[in-house]
T-cell receptor, first 112, second 118 residues
Framework: GDSVTQMEGPVTLSEEAFLTINCTYTATGYPSLFWYVQYPGEGLQLLLKATKADDKGSNKGFEATYRKETTSFHLEKGSVQVSDSAVYFCALHTGTASKLTFGTGTRLQVTL | NAGVTQTPKFRILKIGQSMTLQCTQDMNHNYMYWYRQDPGMGLKLIYYSVGAGITDKGEVPNGYNVSRSTTEDFPLRLELAAPSQTSVYFC?????????????????FGQGTRLTVV
């Protein structure tokens, strides 16, 4: 079945550091890939998405490229801010599976 | 612009009690989902629905029931509450064309219901 594997957290970085959160997936069909962010006490919000191989999703300085050859969708940001502290979830959706599948989430803590 | 609305936001139940978590969306989405999120853990799918009148089990359906009589509403029912059901529950909705074709779905989440069973 479909699955998403994320690097375990927490990830602790200083402000302005470079961020990478790894995500790999297993899926049948042609999945769409997503990164969601959850700020403390809130629900999940879509951060970015990519719907086909080699697409790059980007938003708020975050980027992720859909790599079909490595089945990966790693999240990157060149310079993190304290306000980026949150839990980040990688997810996929395939029409055949008819549901979203999430990774376990990676907590990011950014300090001054 | 309501999006996905969940009620209540907080609830404390005694063991053996029952309750219904309400979820409504106003975006005419065909897919709806219920997830639970345990402390420090990811999201686990409880039930989902691909349209009115159609529901299916997710990873952790035991102890829960759902119905989807309309496109807008997808209530989650707990019949005999147990401490293991203490969690934060999220409802979500999305639109998908489904089938073998590529899907381009963004899920919208409610704010969550924090449930404690004592």
């Amino acid at each position: 079945g479909d699955s998403v594997t994320q690097m375990e957290g927490p990830v602790t970085l200083s402000e302005e550091a470079f961020l990478t959160i790894n995500c790999t997936y297993t899926a049948t069909g042609y999945p769409s890939l997503f990164w969601y962010v959850q700020y403390p006490g809130e629900g999940l919000q879509l951060l970015l998405k990519a719907t086909k191989a080699d697409d790059k999703g980007s938003n708020k300085g975050f980027e992720a490229t859909y790599r079909k050859e490595t089945t990966s969708f790693h999240l990157e940001k060149g310079s993190v801010q304290v306000s980026d502290s949150a839990v980040y979830f990688c997810a996929l959706h395939t029409g055949t599976a008819s549901k979203l599948t999430f990774g376990t989430g990676t907590r990011l803590q950014v300090t001054l | 612009n309501a999006g996905v609305t969940q009620t209540p936001k907080f609830r404390i139940l005694k063991i053996g009690q029952s309750m219904t978590l309400q979820c409504t969306q106003d975006m005419n989405h065909n897919y709806m989902y219920w997830y639970r999120q345990d402390p420090g853990m990811g999201l686990k799918l409880i039930y989902y629905s691909v349209g009115a009148g159609i529901t299916d089990k997710g990873e952790v359906p035991n102890g829960y029931n759902v119905s989807r009589s309309t496109t807008e509403d997808f209530p989650l029912r707990l019949e005999l509450a147990a401490p293991s059901q203490t969690s934060v529950y999220f409802c979500a909705s999305s639109y998908s064309i489904g089938g073998e074709r590529r899907s381009n779905t963004e899920a919208f989440f409610g704010q969550g219901t924090r449930l404690t069973v004592v």
